[in-house]
């Protein structure tokens, strides 16, 4: 089964950007759709982006879209989140989940990913 582990959280400032990375291991990436989902103290987890197996197909919540690109190097078995125009509420634990599947649909909000990392914190300051 994939392991993933994030990284790239850290503290930016408000309108700010950020690139986060998602590395996969123990499995063969090309096989998962992949999604970044994210949690905020006192809040449900949200989903923020999603990706197919090969990059054909991406999907991407309201809040985010135009302010992110969800991206993946399946030969470098990693998957990016870039983030642009940043803001105090997207502060949250940033997670990356994959699920496997042999369609080519992307992970969405609707999805239930098998595997999840452990989170990488992102601060948005004012």
């Known amino acids: 089964q994939v392991q993933l582990m994030e990284s790239g959280g850290r503290l930016v400032q408000d309108g700010g950007s950020l690139q986060l990375s998602c590395e996969a291991s123990g499995g063969t990436f090309s096989n998962y759709a992949v999604g970044w989902f994210r949690q905020a103290p006192g809040k449900e987890r949200e989903f923020v982006a999603g990706i197919s197996r090969v990059g054909l197909r991406k999907d991407y919540a309201n809040s985010m879209k135009g302010r992110c690109t969800i991206s993946r190097d399946n030969a470098g078995n990693t998957a990016y989140l870039q983030m642009y125009r940043l803001k105090p509420e997207d502060s949250a634990v940033y997670f990356c989940?994959?699920?496997?599947?042999?369609?080519?649909?992307?992970?969405?909000?609707?999805?239930?990913?098998?595997?999840w990392g452990q989170g990488t914190q992102v601060t948005v300051s004012t």
């Open positions: 989940a994959a699920m496997n599947t042999v369609t080519g649909v992307p992970v969405s909000a609707s999805s239930q990913p098998h595997y």
